[in-house]
Structure formats: structure tokens, C-alpha cells
């Protein structure tokens, strides 16, 4: 390997020696995707603060793998413009990287020390090599890195790059109610801006984004009494944040997420209207994202984004329609302060606040925590809190809640261990900008852990660990929980075969105070215990399965809860791969909320027998490491069938119930995402997308799972075709260009 550096940039050449070509496994996949392919990459810890750092990757296949590495983690979603080429010959493959100064962030020092490692990964042998030695039982990745002294005179370059883009989209939605066009045109444009404000500072921006591109979300049946989470997939909101990811308060899917009152606008039609329209997210005018670190390593972060206003619409018996206020314009901000410490630690400090127009309310969460280490990374403490505050207009006392939690152990080493304990008052709401599942409760535990990283016997690794978690709620003072848990994993050497098994049980009666969904209420939930295990077959194997299973027994009458998953994978050479998966979860006699009656404050319960099946079959066909055609479909069916009403009892005990509601529910979800990629240029992409999605529920249940596939085909469905090209100018690379040109005019 050899490192040498200009003006402009620093360049990697390697060369990774093997027995003969055929050793060198290259399978062609999309970016950020090691896929089946052997791998050399290297990391740059720039102002040498061991914790910071970044890495750049290149598989044998030549698809790019870049990512930002801090104490909150690995981040995978953070792209940069570099070039890189590889090539394989008959004693291994060589590597080329060009890595421009505008794609890291370092000091104007005259001359430097990086923190660096270089990375190999040899596929067929499962192996990764290190330049500099990274033992797995020291936690701190970026705290054993080397060095590369005496880089001079390098100068941060002006970072100032920006993605224009326009957009098509066609939608056609079966709507056949007059005066409604089924089928809508709309075009669009607008770009993304990023500036380096100095050597260590950079401001992101977003205007008019537009992100009708990204995965389609997995919609499921949701009976329980908390919200379902989604993964983001929009770049903007994955690539650099780890800032903004500090103590938990960032949820990203509620900028530009959901409406305020997208259910509420059901409740506000008169006698003689429909909802006709209700967007399900909010128009997104654009996002700010300022971050970076100082000489003295103070991490800062400000983020801003607006949302306008949005309106579902109603229409009359006579076609007369009128616009309902679903969410008013809104504004995210948060503000962050991070100082890193020696030994990989630091203290943080965060502000998040969400100020709405009109008769809203507004919202602000402040939180503090720190993480301190010892000198060999072996034992640490850490801890943060956090005060949430809601201001209604008709109120002059703000809403106010706050929560706590500490750890302590011993995080290094084969033998592990932690201390934990965690509070959430009964007013603590985070969710304007965060999320958070469960408040009014208070945790404390513990988890030992005991792994070995080196083959040992026919083993290849083996990690173990055993968990004790006792659970009160805040307010009442009360026992609510109890369990005992345990996970082990392991890989065989020889054919690396990787297996699991899992473990719990609940052994006391405990309290659900959140099924019942009123305050102070709560419901008796029975002793249980659980069993699973899965197996991983090796993915170097053209065709690789894995399969998991779980099974719940409850002490109460036939009650219990068994899920499969299954999910074979077939490369059918190095371009074109397909992956199926298929989970089917049933549970007898399932226990769960119906509704409340406020006149009489009765809560009813249910027995139910609930069933789900969700089928999602992938493929891709990678033409090159640049341009990859990808399907995606899935169908999701799950029902819920109640055989018995019940009475919620003061005492948390179910009595019978002369109850006479209909609350079955067959749900039905259908998506598929066709998607054609092209990078034509460094940072330059044309996406074409189709989508097409059914979401139907009903009250009358179809046992039969073909019926339920048939329904969902035959019901209206929203189509879409979108076309998005963007185009990255980089401030250095345009100034070059034309300095070219004007030497040869």
C-alpha cells in the first residue's frame, strides 16, 4: 500500500495479494453494499481526536462503501464524491482511490498528524486485517488507529458543491367520483447546497426536497397502544446526523412526516361530506443542516427545517369541496454542543424545539449526558437527562416532564458487564421531534456478557449474554415488571454456519399499564416464557437460508404466540441476486384493548385470534457498480378475529362482558418498488421509480391467504412513475475545468 498527497487530494494505491484470480470473489452490488466480494478500504481520523473519523472503501467488484465514524456509532448513510478503480490480475486485485480534500473536514494546520488504518477483507476466508492492530475486546474503533505524520502544507479547499435536480411524476389513483382526474402531472425542481463555512464547519441544505423516490414504508396492523416506527430512507435526513442523534431526541419521520391532525380532520366533516383527500405528510419546504468541530474538539450542530401548511379536503353530496387544516406550518430546530474527551468520551448538550402557527401548541425537549471511559477503555460510566415542555395557548404552566438514565460497567474485555437504571415521568412526551414509546415508568437492571473472538474447538466466535430488568411505574408508585433473559450466537469455523438461541421468562404476575390506554388503569398480565433460535447458513454460497423461530406460553387459558421467518437467497452470479422472505406470526387467544366508554369509564377488552402473513421478494441486477435495475415486492396480510368481549376490572382481572361490537379486522398491504438507478457522473444520478401500493382494511374476514392476495390486486390502486435526475457541481472541480479551457483558448 502506498499513500501520497497533492494539492487536491490523497491517493491510495494498494494491491492485495491471493493464490490465483479465481480466489478474489467480486460480486457487482449497489453502493454501500459489501455484498459477496472481497473489500480494501482506509480511515482517516483527521484532527486525530480518537473518535472522529472517516472511511472510504472499495470492494474487488468496484462499488464504493463510505461512512463517518463517531461515538454514537458507524454511520453507513453518509455519502461523499471520490473516485476510486480496481483491478483484478492473476495473483490478487489492485485498488486505486482518489480522495479530494472537499470530502473530509481537517485543520489549517502547516503540518498535520491523521489518525489511519487500512482495512482488508479477504471473503472467501471470512478474514479482516487491520495496518494498525484492532483487538474486538477494546470498545473503541477509532482509539486504535495509527498515524501518518508529516503532512504539510495542505490547505482545506473552498467545500462548496450543489445538486440541482428536476423531477416528473405521474400519479393515477382510481378515485371515479366526477370532478376528481384520477391520473395527476406535476414537475418539479429544486437542489441540494453544501458549504464548508471553515475548515472544520459545514452547512447542509435542502430546498424544495423531494423525496417520492424512496422505499415504499412496511405498513403493518398495529393493535397494540404505541405508535409504529419507520425507518428513514430519505438521504438528507441519514447522512451526517450523528450529532443530532445524541440522547435520543431526533426522530427524523416527524419532519415532514405525518400531519398534526390527520386523523382529527375525519371529525370535522358535516353530515353530507367525505374525505376525499388527506395527504399523509406534510408539505416540506426545506432543511438545514449546520455542523462540525472545533480546534479544541467541541462537536456543534444546528438543524432547521420548515413544513407549510396542509390541507385534506371534503367533499358535499353535491361535489362541492372545501379545504380542513390537517397541519399548520411548523418549524424544527435543534441545537447541539459535544465535547469529545480523551479516551473516547465526551459530554453533550442538546435543544430540540418545534414552534407551530396559529392556535397550536409548541414543544421543546432540552437534555444533557456525558460518557466518560478510563484509560484503557475497560470500565465507563455514563448517563443522560433530558425535560420536555409542551405550551398550550390556553395555558400559562407549561406541560412538563423529565427523564434520567445511568449506566455503569465494564465494557472491554472477553467478560462484560453493566449496571443500568432509567426514569420517565408520567409527563415526559418527547414525540413532537423525538420518540418514545414508554413514559411514567422507572427501570433498573443488569446484563453480563461473556464473548470469545478467537476460533476456538470447531468454532469460529461465540457471544453470550444474560439480562435481569425490574420494572415500577412513576406515577402510582407500583410494581409493573419483571423478566429474565438470555441470547447466545455462535459460527462454526468450517462452514460458517451461524446460530442463536434466545430465552426469557417472566415469572411473577405483573402490570400492563398501557394496554388499557387510561391513565392509572392497568391490566393483569399472566406468567409466561419464551424460547427461539435461528440459523444463518454461510452467504459466500450462491444459495444461503436463514430461519428463525420464537414461541410464547402464557399461563392463561390456550394462550400463546409462535412466529416463523424464513428467507432464502439465490445469486445467481455476479449480477444478479434475489432474496424471498417470508414471516408468518399467529397468536391463540390473544388479549388486548377494544375501547372505552367515557359515560360509564368502562374499558372493554378482547380475545382474539390474530394472524399475519408477509411475503417480500427482492431482486437486483447490477449492469455495473454504477447502474443497477432493483424490484422489490411485498404483501402483508394480518387479521385479528375476537371470539370474546370483556370487562377491564379495577383489579386488572377480565370479567365477562355482554358486549356486542364488531371489531374484527382483515388488513391487507400491497406494495412494489421498481427502481432503475444510473450514476453517470461523480455524484450525478437519473432515478426512475415505480411504485404501486393497495392499502385496504375491513371488518369481515378472509381466512383464505390467496383471497386476501386477489382482493388487494383488484382494489384501486395508486400508481406512480417518477423520474429524477440531479447533478453534482463541485466548486473545485468547475474551477479547474475552466482553468483548462482558458489555457487552451
Known sequence: MRLVYDDEAIYINAFCYEVSSDSVLHELSTRDNEANADLFGVFFDTYNDDINAFGFFVTAAGTQIDARYSSEGQDFDWNAVWLSAVNITANGWAVEMKIPYSALRFSAKEEQTWGFNALRKIRRLREMSFWNPVLPTINALVRQFGHVTGLKKIKPPLRLSITPYVAGIINNYPYNQPGIDNTTYNASGGLDLKYGISDGFTLDMTLVPDFSQVQSDNQVLNLSPFEVQFQERRPFFTEGTELFNKGGLFYSRRVGGQPLLYYDVYGQTNADEKIIKNPGQANLYNATKLSGRTSSNLGVGLFNAISGDTYATAQDTLGNTRKILSSPLTNYNIVVLDQALKNNSFVTLINTNVTRDGHFYDANVTGAGFDLNNKTNTYGIGGFGRMSQRFFPDSTKPYRGYSADLNFGKRGGNFLWSVFGSLNTDKYNPNDLGIQFMNNNVDMGMEIAYNIYKPFWKLNNSFNEWSVIYQRM??????????????????????????????????????????????????????????????????????????????????????????????????????????????????????????????????????????????????????????????????????????????????????????????????????????????????????????????????????????????????????????????????????????KKGKRN
Not at 527 to 545: E, H, M, Q
Not at 724 to 729: A, E, G, I, S
Open 474 to 739: 412513576y406515577n402510582p408508585d407500583v410494581f409493573a415488571n419483571f423478566g429474565i433473559s438470555g441470547n447466545h450466537v455462535t459460527t462454526f469455523s468450517k462452514r460458517f454456519l451461524t446460530v442463536g438461541i434466545r430465552y426469557g421468562i417472566e415469572p411473577i404476575i405483573t402490570y400492563d399499564y398501557y394496554e388499557p390506554r387510561i391513565f392509572g388503569r392497568f391490566y393483569t398480565f399472566p406468567t409466561n416464557y419464551r424460547g427461539g433460535g435461528f440459523i444463518s447458513s454461510d452467504y459466500r454460497k450462491k444459495v444461503a437460508l436463514d430461519i428463525s423461530v420464537n414461541h410464547r406460553v402464557f399461563n392463561e387459558n390456550k394462550r400463546q404466540e409462535t412466529d416463523l421467518y424464513i428467507a432464502p437467497r439465490w445469486r445467481v452470479n455476479n449480477k444478479l441476486s434475489f432474496i424471498f422472505e417470508s414471516y408468518i406470526q399467529e397468536k391463540l387467544d390473544d388479549i388486548g384493548f377494544v375501547n372505552y366508554d367515557y359515560s360509564s369509564d368502562s374499558i372493554t377488552f378482547g380475545r382474539r385470534h390474530v394472524q399475519t402473513v408477509s411475503n417480500t421478494l427482492s431482486g437486483v441486477y447490477k449492469f455495473t457498480n454504477k447502474m443497477s435495475l432493483s424490484i422489490r415486492g411485498r404483501h402483508y396480510w394480518s387479521k385479528a378475529y375476537y371470539h370474546g368481549y370483556y370487562h377491564l376490572e379495577n383489579n386488572g382481572y377480565l370479567s365477562s362482558n355482554s358486549y356486542g361490537g364488531n371489531h374484527n379486522v382483515n388488513f391487507n398491504a400491497f406494495n412494489i418498488d421498481l427502481v432503475f438507478f444510473w450514476q453517470f457522473a461523480p455524484g450525478s444520478e437519473l432515478n426512475i421509480v415505480w411504485k404501486n401500493a393497495v392499502l385496504k382494511r375491513e371488518n369481515t374476514i378472509i381466512n383464505d391467504y390467496y383471497q386476501n392476495i386477489e382482493s388487494s390486486i383488484n382494489s384501486p390502486q395508486n400508481n406512480t412513475i417518477s423520474l429524477k435526475v440531479l447533478y453534482y457541481l463541485d466548486y473545485v472541480m468547475v474551477k479547474k475545468a475552466l482553468s
